[in-house]
Nanobody
């Protein structure tokens, strides 16, 4: 029983930046591995970025590496996704996801590995 609430989506021009937030509740934040996924109309949900419970390991999809940064704030129980140099290809609904960490497991990139999901937030990048 973990609740995730995303915020920060909106409309931005190509080349601009946007920051997404995901607030977690219901379980100790430090026990959760966190991830961001996105889904565009007519396309499959895809992994964007992830961070382990300790924050020591992060992973990025090749399409966003170098432009996006994932981080987490343990005092606010919140994970962030800073998105820079946005392009229309980044337009999608972005979902925050979480699963309970087990030992030293690293970042998982497959959706079925995640047990808890937020409602999604729309990101639209105009040209």
């Amino acid at each position: 029983q973990v609740q995730l609430v995303e915020s920060g989506g909106g409309l931005v021009q190509a080349g601009g930046s946007l920051s997404l937030s995901c607030a977690a509740s219901g379980r100790a934040f430090s026990s959760l591995n966190m991830g961001w996924f996105r889904q565009a109309p007519g396309k499959e949900r895809e992994f964007v970025s992830g961070i382990t419970w300790s924050g020591s390991t992060t992973s990025y999809a090749a399409s966003v590496e170098g432009r996006f940064t994932i981080s987490r704030d343990y005092l606010k129980n919140t994970v962030y996704l800073q998105m820079n140099s946005l392009t229309p290809e980044d337009t999608a609904v972005y979902y925050c996801a979480a699963h309970i960490a087990s030992g030293r497991v690293g970042v998982r990139r497959d959706g079925p590995s995640y047990d808890y999901w937020g409602q999604g937030t729309q990101v639209t990048v105009s040209s």
